[in-house]
């Protein structure tokens, strides 16, 4: 057997070192959009979004081919240590947006915006809008709410604007909800499809649907054509999101029902600078080979 012919036979193996054509549709050089997205999902493909708050965890993110990028408001409880988000600001926001942007290449970047920056009205939600993409770079925008918030999203699609739905437990309206509880069950179910439907039809990019019922998430997917992004809410959306903190397990405490850990780097690093620590306590760091001649 000659060597073109084993070079013929050889599989296809893919390697992290070649970069795909095209990701999510997008060809090399371009980031993703929330367009394209959508085509992945009309092509029956899930993908997954995580947050991000800094450019080193973005450019890992992103590197690891993850395509949607969130600069959730959870940066409130996970970087600024509030115990809900209502306390974050857009000032306090826009440089964590402008740092995943600038930490990544691939991935659209999601701004959330905080609550009180959007509410009041139409004119106050395109004010913000066009602050975390002018200031912070981003490709998108996210808010909470059903049909109260109908019209800020019908503006800011007009305007241009790739806006995404978040429906569910609205983190924004713990007060109102009594705690961080399941939404969605018995008759407020068929409030939150129409609330999806009028979301859809007012041009929503995406809708979140956080802790939620399976089978009402299952339902909403099924009748709306733009994709569902589901935390806690089942198997059946067509995309999933997740605060990185929790996945890779940096969180201290119990975890919600929802969350997966798949690393516990909350220990590694713990470990790792208790042992740095000690070695600084008995001087066998630094040693010889740390230092300069
Ligand atoms: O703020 C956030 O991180 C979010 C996601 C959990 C959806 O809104």
Redesign the pocket.
Known sequence: MGASRVENEMPDIPSVRTPPETFYGAPVGRRVTMRDLAQATARGERWP?I?AYDALTAGIFDEAGIPAL???????M?VYGHDS?LPVTVDELVPLVRAVVRGSKRAVVIA?LPFGSYQESVAQALRTASIFMKEGGAHAV?L?GGAFVLPQVEALAAAGVPVIG?LGL??QSVNLFGGYRVQGRGESGDMLVRDAKAMEAAGAAAI?L?VVPAELAARVSEILTIPT?G?GAGPDTDAQ???WQDLCGLTAGPAPRFVKRYADIRSTMSDAVGSWAADVASGTYPAKEHEYA
Do not use: N, Q, Y
């Open positions: 979004m947050t969130l600069v959730g408001d959870s940066a409130a996970v988000t959330d996210k909470e978040h609205t983190p979140v956080e992004i935390i999101v997740i605060v």
